[in-house]
Nanobody, 112 residues
Framework: VQLQASGGGLVQAGGSLRLSCVAP????????LGWYRQAPGKEREWVAS???????RYADSVKGRFTVSRDNAKNTMYLQMNSLKPEDTAVYFC???????WGQGTQVTVSS
């Protein structure tokens, strides 16, 4: 089982990026999914989650700036990140709750 995250890059503070996570097709529409991130020297932290029916939750640090969504027809989850801050710099991972499956991560770097 593979989760493929993409969309990271280098952006200036205040800018935007959209991350994508493509998951295997079979049961995607029934899966709860999430985004996590890990900054250098820090533990991995939860960022956002989306349920199988589209209910969303966010960490306080990103609430109002990030939006998680999903497109079941494309087996893809997204993380729209706006008003980025240098402290958002991290490797971002997508996660599937069922089976505790992790993607390979994509680097997001926000310059001040």
């Amino acid at each position: 089982v593979q989760l493929q995250a993409s969309g990271g890059g280098l952006v200036q503070a205040g800018g935007s990026l959209r991350l994508s996570c493509v998951a295997p097709r079979n049961t995607f529409r029934y899966d709860g999914l999430g985004w996590y991130r890990q900054a250098p020297g820090k533990e991995r932290e939860w960022v956002a989650s989306i349920s199988d029916i589209g209910n969303t939750r966010y960490a306080d640090s990103v609430k109002g700036r990030f939006t998680v969504s999903r497109d079941n027809a494309k087996n893809t989850m997204y993380l729209q990140m706006n008003s980025l801050k240098p402290e958002d710099t991290a490797v971002y991972f997508c996660h599937r709750i069922r089976g505790n499956v992790w993607g390979q991560g994509t680097q997001v770097t926000v310059s001040s």
